[in-house]
Nanobody
Framework: EHVVESGGGSVQPGGSLRLSCAAS????????VLWFRQAPEKEREGVSC????????YYAESVKGRFTISRDSVKNTVDLQMINLQPNDTATYYC??????????????????????RGQGTLVTVSP
């Protein structure tokens, strides 16, 4: 089981990016999938999460209204559409998945290390 993130890059403030988390070895509709990020010298921060069964979506307050998580069962991907990016969004963004996880705790970084499937991350840089 693996996930691979893609779509990171450099944008100016106000710009947009779409990150993609491509899963292999499991079905994204059967796993909870979340995105978290880590900026240099900062703690990991949960960004968004989508539940496996009902598809309920969760967002950190800092990204609500700007980020949208979505799932494509045909492509077996979970994407993160990001608009109006700001410098404090600069971070490496990671995708992770676990069948026994629940989105209600997605903002607790303690659990990230124990998630069953984790990617290598994709870098997002927002600067003038």
């Amino acid at each position: 089981e693996h996930v691979v993130e893609s779509g990171g890059g450099s944008v100016q403030p106000g710009g947009s990016l779409r990150l993609s988390c491509a899963a292999s070895g499991f079905n994204v509709e059967s796993y909870v999938v979340l995105w978290f990020r880590q900026a240099p010298e900062k703690e990991r921060e949960g960004v968004s999460c989508i539940n496996e069964k009902d598809g309920d979506r969760y967002y950190a307050e800092s990204v609500k209204g700007r980020f949208t998580i979505s799932r494509d069962s045909v492509k077996n991907t979970v994407d993160l559409q990001m608009i109006n990016l700001q410098p404090n969004d600069t971070a490496t963004y990671y995708c992770a998945a676990d069948p026994a996880y629940h989105c209600t705790i997605f903002e607790i970084p303690t659990f990230y290390g124990s998630l069953k499937v984790r990617g290598q991350g994709t870098l997002v840089t927002v600067s003038p």
